[in-house]
């Protein structure tokens, strides 16, 4: 999001922080029903448009979210999302999508009051990995012809049991709500969001051989000085990929050749 819905998303992510924190572990039912939120705005672009449309005072668009919402939501929900409905957004897309985020956010400030937060981060890279080389999988997981419990069996057979709760409502909710996006493709943004939350980059890296821990060290250490933060590897390994690397942070695809010059450069400059 940018502009007037960029700012909107920044000042509620700011007033929901300190909810969020005292809230502890009891985040994760604020989240949940955040999504469910969600849920009903992507099934109705009426309901979407009342509540984003800039011409209509906030006062009431905040009285239809508290009409709508109470009796079964958190009050701390009906006023995060009257708060946004009393902001300025550039679509009702983007005042949806604030709603993901902040639903997003409060999940994994759950895992974070547990100290769980780094175990979810990498069984969402884990399932991603997990998924390598299973094209079917991935198929039937980004399927919206497929129906949805189906898709949530899939899920299930691939992390019950073996998950955070965090991680399990996740990865449900990356493929019941697909939300114009693809499985892996969601699960992916889970994790930056996670990474960004522990304030870390993730680089995914793509070897055709597994690396050695010297060689993660170094390329860590390449990372970091070249983006000026912490950075988390998450290593995939695809006997396709001859020679050198592919590593993607962010919009930044780098390549081995790239970082070597980086490495050039830091000798030079130590010198």
């Known amino acids: 999001m940018r502009g007037t819905s960029g700012a909107s998303l920044a000042a509620a992510q700011e007033r929901f922080e300190p909810v969020l924190r005292a809230a502890g572990e009891g985040a994760m039912t604020l989240g949940e029903q955040l999504f469910t939120v969600v849920s009903a705005l992507d099934g109705s672009g009426a309901l979407r448009r009342s509540l984003a449309d800039p011409s209509r005072p906030g006062a009431d668009k905040a009285r239809l979210v508290a009409g709508l919402l109470s009796g079964g939501f958190d009050e701390r929900v009906v006023d995060l999302v009257s708060g946004l409905a009393r902001s300025r957004w ?25 100290g769980t937060l780094e175990s ?14 299973q094209r079917e999988a991935r198929q039937a997981l980004s399927d919206r012809t497929t129906v949805p419990a189906r898709r949530t069996a899939l899920v299930d057979a691939l992390v019950a049991g073996k998950v955070d709760a965090v991680t399990q409502v996740l990865a449900r ?31 995914s890296v793509t070897s055709g051989t597994v690396l050695t821990q010297a060689q993660e060290e170094r390329l860590g250490a390449l990372l970091e000085h070249a983006y000026g933060r912490a950075v988390q590897l998450n290593v995939t390994v695809d006997p396709q990929v001859i020679g050198g690397l592919r590593i993607q942070v962010g919009a930044d695809v780098v390549d081995s050749t790239v970082l070597s010059r980086l490495a050039d450069a830091r000798r030079r400059l130590a010198g």
């Open 120 to 133: 979810v981060e990498d069984e969402l890279f884990r399932i991603t990995r997990a998924l390598v080389g």
């Open 90 to 114: 550039a679509s009702d897309a983007d005042f949806t999508d604030a709603v993901e985020r902040l639903g997003l956010d409060a999940l994994l400030a759950s895992a974070e009051a547990r």
């Open 173 to 203: 909710r990356a493929t019941t709500a697909l939300r114009g996006r693809r499985f892996v493709q969601t699960l992916i943004w889970y994790g930056d969001v996670a990474a960004e939350r522990r304030r870390r980059l993730v680089a």
